[in-house]
């Protein structure tokens, strides 16, 4: 996984306004089917990360846990976070190519 590439698209994504964050947020957009991708913090609490990976699951969408809540937050120049959705296709397949690149 390219970390660096990813967090350089979730810095791109959130200035064209197209990161959503917080759990609650993430996950209304996921049973939408306006989420395409989800970033889940290592250092998330367990019941978030439980309910978080299971409509990931339900609706096919690619997760990654791999930052802490204050990386995710420095990302996209807000506070800490615990899960970021990204509502954009083109940057979701982007930060999918670049888990699979090793």
Same mark, same amino acid.
């Given at each position: 996984?390219?970390?660096?590439?990813? &967090? @350089? $698209? =979730?810095?791109? @994504?959130? &200035?064209? +306004?197209? %990161?959503?964050?917080?759990?609650?947020? %993430?996950? @209304? #957009?996921?049973?939408?089917?306006? *989420?395409?991708?989800?970033? $889940?913090?290592?250092?998330? /609490?367990?019941?978030? #990360?439980?309910?978080? +990976?299971?409509?990931?699951?339900?609706?096919?969408?690619? $997760?990654?846990?791999?930052? !802490?809540? #204050?990386?995710?937050?420095? %990302?996209? #120049? &807000? /506070?800490? +976070?615990? *899960? =970021?959705? %990204?509502? !954009?296709?083109?940057? @979701?397949?982007?930060?999918?190519? /670049?888990? /699979?690149?090793?």
């Amino acid at each position: 996984m390219n970390e660096e590439k990813i &967090k @350089a $698209l =979730l810095g791109f @994504a959130q &200035k064209a +306004r197209k %990161v959503i964050s917080g759990d609650d947020m %993430v996950i @209304a #957009g996921m049973k939408k089917k306006q *989420v395409f991708f989800v970033v $889940l913090a290592m250092d998330a /609490s367990e019941y978030v #990360g439980k309910e978080v +990976r299971y409509y990931a699951e339900k609706y096919q969408i690619p $997760l990654i846990e791999g930052f !802490d809540k #204050g990386t995710l937050g420095l %990302v996209i #120049g &807000k /506070s800490p +976070r615990a *899960v =970021l959705g %990204v509502t !954009d296709k083109n940057f @979701a397949a982007g930060m999918q190519k /670049s888990i /699979s690149a090793v």
